[in-house]
């Protein structure tokens, strides 16, 4: 019989590689750079950070070290994936890229300047 850990661990090492996937398909499926990066970010840093708990609680109980470097990569792609997200799509409007014909509203475009 399994253990509460161990199935612990098993969801969220699951959870992470499910959200790790649907971040693939949206880079795949979604229109222009931007809706891309938003799946890339959040997607990637979901699923980063699950499989990387998953992988820290898998070493404290079954193991018993305490790994240091899973917490600080944790924290790291929690913290960077989605600032450098932001100013690459940043980069990306004011260079010039087009929006998709779907989208709706520009909130950047009043903070250009003409």
Do not use: C, W
């Amino acid at each position: 019989m399994l253990s509460l850990i161990e199935i612990i661990v098993s969801l969220l090492i699951l959870i992470g590689t499910f959200f790790t996937f649907s971040g693939s398909l949206g880079i795949v499926r979604f229109p222009d750079i931007f809706n891309r990066l938003h799946a890339a970010t959040k997607a990637a840093t979901l699923g980063v950070a699950g499989v990387l708990l998953g992988a820290f609680i898998f070493l404290v109980f079954d193991i018993g070290i305490i790994s240091g470097k899973l917490i600080l990569g944790i924290f790291f792609v929690l913290i960077t994936a989605p600032i450098s997200a932001h100013m690459i799509s940043r980069a990306a409007y004011n260079s010039g890229v087009e929006l998709t014909e779907e989208t709706r509203h520009d909130q950047l475009e009043k903070d250009q300047p003409s």
